[in-house]
């Protein structure tokens, strides 16, 4: 056999080669998978599409109001 290596080693030695791109897909995947709820995330499509919105103090606006914020 040329190659005495075992493929542990071998494999080894691949992950040393490649950690920063192992680390880099790792955390890729986890941000996408628990990275969302600092925004948001992604519920409350249109059901309830009767509800007004609400100023600070809870009561709903009338459409004659404005809002104090805009963007």
Do not use: C, Y
Not at 32 to 41: E, N, P, R, S
Not at 51 to 62: F, V
């Amino acid at each position: 056999m040329a190659n005495s290596d075992s493929v542990e080693d071998q494999i080894m030695e691949w992950f040393l080669e490649n950690w920063v791109w192992v680390l880099f897909f790792a955390g890729f995947i986890a941000m996408h998978m628990f990275g969302h709820g600092g925004h948001g995330g992604h519920g409350g499509h249109g059901d309830d599409d009767d509800e007004k919105p609400t100023g600070k103090d809870g009561k709903q606006r009338t459409s004659k109001q404005e809002p104090r914020h805009q963007h």
